[in-house]
T-cell receptor, first 113, second 112 residues
Framework: GESVGLHLPTLSVQEGDNSIINCAYS??????FIWYKQESGKGPQFIID?????DKRQGQRVTVLLNKTVKHLSLQIAATQPGDSAVYFC????????????FGKGTLLTVNP | EAGVAQSPRYKIIEKRQSVAFWCNPI?????LYWYQQILGQGPKLLIQ????????DSQLPKDRFSAERLKGVDSTLKIQPAKLEDSAVYLC??????????FGPGTRLTVL
Protein backbone atom coordinates (compact mmCIF):
# COMPACT_ATOMS: atom_id res chain seq x y z
CA GLY A 1 0.00 0.00 0.00
CA GLU A 2 0.97 3.63 -0.19
CA SER A 3 2.91 4.91 2.77
CA VAL A 4 5.30 7.53 3.94
CA GLY A 5 7.63 6.41 6.67
CA LEU A 6 10.61 7.58 8.63
CA HIS A 7 13.79 5.59 9.22
CA LEU A 8 14.40 6.84 12.76
CA PRO A 9 11.70 7.59 15.27
CA THR A 10 14.06 9.59 17.53
CA LEU A 11 17.18 11.64 16.99
CA SER A 12 19.31 13.27 19.66
CA VAL A 13 22.00 15.80 18.72
CA GLN A 14 24.22 18.32 20.43
CA GLU A 15 23.58 22.00 20.01
CA GLY A 16 25.55 23.33 17.07
CA ASP A 17 25.73 20.00 15.27
CA ASN A 18 24.02 19.33 11.98
CA SER A 19 20.92 17.12 11.99
CA ILE A 20 19.69 14.82 9.27
CA ILE A 21 16.17 13.42 9.35
CA ASN A 22 15.30 10.78 6.80
CA CYS A 23 12.06 9.74 5.19
CA ALA A 24 11.09 6.99 2.77
CA TYR A 25 8.08 7.11 0.50
CA SER A 26 6.58 4.34 -1.54
CA UNK A 27 4.36 6.03 -4.11
CA UNK A 28 6.31 6.86 -7.24
CA UNK A 29 3.37 9.00 -8.41
CA UNK A 30 3.98 11.51 -5.62
CA UNK A 31 5.28 14.76 -7.02
CA UNK A 32 5.28 17.09 -4.05
CA PHE A 33 7.04 16.62 -0.73
CA ILE A 34 6.98 18.77 2.35
CA TRP A 35 8.52 18.88 5.79
CA TYR A 36 6.68 20.11 8.85
CA LYS A 37 7.85 20.81 12.38
CA GLN A 38 5.42 20.21 15.22
CA GLU A 39 6.07 21.42 18.73
CA SER A 40 4.12 20.08 21.66
CA GLY A 41 0.59 21.48 21.75
CA LYS A 42 0.90 23.22 18.40
CA GLY A 43 -0.11 22.54 14.84
CA PRO A 44 2.43 21.50 12.19
CA GLN A 45 4.58 24.40 11.00
CA PHE A 46 5.78 24.51 7.39
CA ILE A 47 9.56 24.21 7.01
CA ILE A 48 10.34 23.54 3.39
CA ASP A 49 8.94 21.79 0.35
CA UNK A 50 10.24 20.34 -2.87
CA UNK A 51 8.72 19.19 -6.11
CA UNK A 52 9.71 16.04 -7.95
CA UNK A 53 11.49 17.96 -10.72
CA UNK A 54 14.12 19.06 -8.20
CA ASP A 55 16.80 17.15 -6.25
CA LYS A 56 17.67 19.76 -3.68
CA ARG A 57 16.21 22.88 -2.18
CA GLN A 58 17.68 25.15 0.45
CA GLY A 59 16.09 27.42 2.98
CA GLN A 60 17.36 29.22 6.01
CA ARG A 61 19.50 26.62 7.86
CA VAL A 62 17.53 23.82 6.22
CA THR A 63 18.06 21.75 3.10
CA VAL A 64 15.78 19.13 1.63
CA LEU A 65 17.19 16.43 -0.61
CA LEU A 66 15.05 14.24 -2.82
CA ASN A 67 16.29 10.97 -4.32
CA LYS A 68 13.57 9.68 -6.60
CA THR A 69 15.58 6.60 -7.57
CA VAL A 70 15.33 5.15 -4.08
CA LYS A 71 12.25 7.13 -3.03
CA HIS A 72 14.05 8.89 -0.22
CA LEU A 73 13.70 12.33 1.27
CA SER A 74 15.88 13.98 3.87
CA LEU A 75 15.86 17.16 5.89
CA GLN A 76 19.17 18.65 6.94
CA ILE A 77 19.26 21.24 9.68
CA ALA A 78 22.50 23.17 10.04
CA ALA A 79 23.81 24.32 13.41
CA THR A 80 20.91 22.76 15.30
CA GLN A 81 19.55 24.87 18.14
CA PRO A 82 17.49 23.93 21.21
CA GLY A 83 14.52 25.64 19.56
CA ASP A 84 14.68 23.04 16.82
CA SER A 85 13.59 20.35 19.26
CA ALA A 86 10.26 19.04 17.97
CA VAL A 87 8.65 16.24 15.98
CA TYR A 88 9.40 16.47 12.27
CA PHE A 89 7.00 15.03 9.70
CA CYS A 90 7.54 14.44 6.05
CA UNK A 91 4.51 14.30 3.81
CA UNK A 92 3.94 13.39 0.20
CA UNK A 93 1.39 14.86 -2.11
CA UNK A 94 -0.08 14.11 -5.46
CA UNK A 95 -3.06 15.12 -7.46
CA UNK A 96 -2.29 18.35 -9.28
CA UNK A 97 -3.44 21.52 -7.57
CA UNK A 98 -4.81 21.40 -4.03
CA UNK A 99 -2.64 18.55 -2.95
CA UNK A 100 -3.81 15.87 -0.58
CA UNK A 101 -0.98 15.07 1.80
CA UNK A 102 -0.08 11.72 3.31
CA PHE A 103 1.98 12.08 6.47
CA GLY A 104 4.48 9.73 8.03
CA LYS A 105 4.67 9.01 11.76
CA GLY A 106 7.31 11.63 12.55
CA THR A 107 10.79 11.83 14.05
CA LEU A 108 11.36 13.33 17.47
CA LEU A 109 14.44 15.58 17.39
CA THR A 110 16.00 16.43 20.74
CA VAL A 111 18.74 19.03 20.87
CA ASN A 112 20.98 18.86 23.91
CA PRO A 113 22.52 22.13 25.07
CA GLU B 1 -1.16 38.27 8.38
CA ALA B 2 -3.35 36.37 10.84
CA GLY B 3 -2.86 32.62 11.05
CA VAL B 4 -5.38 29.81 10.99
CA ALA B 5 -7.85 30.12 13.85
CA GLN B 6 -9.42 27.11 15.56
CA SER B 7 -11.74 26.81 18.51
CA PRO B 8 -12.11 25.47 21.05
CA ARG B 9 -8.53 24.51 21.85
CA TYR B 10 -9.60 21.73 24.21
CA LYS B 11 -12.80 19.76 24.64
CA ILE B 12 -13.71 16.92 26.96
CA ILE B 13 -16.94 15.01 26.38
CA GLU B 14 -18.46 11.69 27.23
CA LYS B 15 -18.99 9.02 24.61
CA ARG B 16 -22.21 9.33 22.63
CA GLN B 17 -22.22 13.10 23.10
CA SER B 18 -21.87 15.55 20.22
CA VAL B 19 -19.10 18.05 19.59
CA ALA B 20 -18.29 20.68 17.00
CA PHE B 21 -15.04 22.32 16.00
CA TRP B 22 -14.60 25.60 14.16
CA CYS B 23 -11.89 26.74 11.80
CA ASN B 24 -11.14 29.98 9.98
CA PRO B 25 -8.22 29.69 7.53
CA ILE B 26 -5.94 32.47 6.39
CA UNK B 27 -7.83 35.04 4.36
CA UNK B 28 -7.94 34.11 0.69
CA UNK B 29 -7.11 30.43 1.17
CA UNK B 30 -9.71 28.72 -0.98
CA UNK B 31 -8.77 25.18 -0.01
CA LEU B 32 -9.49 23.95 3.50
CA TYR B 33 -8.57 20.62 5.04
CA TRP B 34 -9.58 18.86 8.25
CA TYR B 35 -7.16 16.32 9.68
CA GLN B 36 -7.31 13.93 12.62
CA GLN B 37 -4.07 13.39 14.52
CA ILE B 38 -3.99 10.53 16.99
CA LEU B 39 -1.28 10.72 19.63
CA GLY B 40 2.07 9.57 18.27
CA GLN B 41 0.96 9.59 14.64
CA GLY B 42 1.00 11.94 11.71
CA PRO B 43 -2.12 13.84 10.69
CA LYS B 44 -4.67 11.92 8.65
CA LEU B 45 -6.87 13.73 6.15
CA LEU B 46 -10.59 13.65 6.87
CA ILE B 47 -12.02 16.06 4.32
CA GLN B 48 -10.93 18.64 1.78
CA UNK B 49 -12.95 21.64 0.62
CA UNK B 50 -12.40 23.89 -2.37
CA UNK B 51 -14.32 27.06 -1.59
CA UNK B 52 -17.69 25.74 -0.41
CA UNK B 53 -17.53 22.41 -2.23
CA UNK B 54 -16.22 19.06 -1.03
CA UNK B 55 -13.25 17.79 -3.04
CA UNK B 56 -12.50 14.63 -1.07
CA ASP B 57 -14.31 13.11 1.89
CA SER B 58 -13.35 9.51 1.24
CA GLN B 59 -11.74 9.11 4.67
CA LEU B 60 -14.47 10.83 6.64
CA PRO B 61 -16.53 8.40 8.79
CA LYS B 62 -19.80 9.73 7.49
CA ASP B 63 -21.96 7.79 9.90
CA ARG B 64 -20.78 10.08 12.69
CA PHE B 65 -18.67 12.88 11.21
CA SER B 66 -19.91 15.79 9.15
CA ALA B 67 -18.35 19.02 7.94
CA GLU B 68 -19.49 22.10 6.16
CA ARG B 69 -18.07 25.28 4.68
CA LEU B 70 -21.22 27.02 3.58
CA LYS B 71 -19.77 30.37 2.52
CA GLY B 72 -16.37 29.10 1.47
CA VAL B 73 -14.58 30.81 4.35
CA ASP B 74 -14.82 29.25 7.80
CA SER B 75 -15.73 25.64 8.43
CA THR B 76 -17.26 23.43 11.10
CA LEU B 77 -16.51 19.77 11.77
CA LYS B 78 -19.02 17.84 13.85
CA ILE B 79 -18.95 14.45 15.53
CA GLN B 80 -22.25 12.88 16.56
CA PRO B 81 -22.17 10.60 18.49
CA ALA B 82 -18.57 10.53 19.68
CA LYS B 83 -16.72 7.31 20.40
CA LEU B 84 -13.70 6.71 22.61
CA GLU B 85 -11.49 6.24 19.55
CA ASP B 86 -12.31 9.76 18.37
CA SER B 87 -9.97 11.13 21.03
CA ALA B 88 -7.38 13.00 19.00
CA VAL B 89 -6.25 16.43 17.91
CA TYR B 90 -8.34 17.84 15.08
CA LEU B 91 -6.29 20.06 12.81
CA CYS B 92 -7.48 22.48 10.21
CA UNK B 93 -5.28 23.66 7.36
CA UNK B 94 -5.74 26.07 4.50
CA UNK B 95 -3.96 26.48 1.22
CA UNK B 96 -3.88 29.15 -1.44
CA UNK B 97 -2.62 28.94 -5.00
CA UNK B 98 0.87 27.90 -3.90
CA UNK B 99 -0.31 24.53 -2.50
CA UNK B 100 1.48 24.89 0.84
CA UNK B 101 -0.87 23.94 3.65
CA UNK B 102 -0.83 26.14 6.73
CA PHE B 103 -2.14 24.57 9.91
CA GLY B 104 -3.99 25.91 12.88
CA PRO B 105 -3.16 25.02 16.50
CA GLY B 106 -5.72 22.22 16.58
CA THR B 107 -8.47 21.17 18.97
CA ARG B 108 -7.59 18.45 21.42
CA LEU B 109 -10.63 16.22 21.96
CA THR B 110 -10.88 13.77 24.82
CA VAL B 111 -13.78 11.33 24.81
CA LEU B 112 -14.44 9.66 28.17
Amino acid sequence: GESVGLHLPTLSVQEGDNSIINCAYSNSASDYFIWYKQESGKGPQFIIDIRSNMDKRQGQRVTVLLNKTVKHLSLQIAATQPGDSAVYFCAEGRGGSNYKLTFGKGTLLTVNP
Amino acid sequence: EAGVAQSPRYKIIEKRQSVAFWCNPISGHATLYWYQQILGQGPKLLIQFQNNGVVDDSQLPKDRFSAERLKGVDSTLKIQPAKLEDSAVYLCAGAGVADTQYFGPGTRLTVL
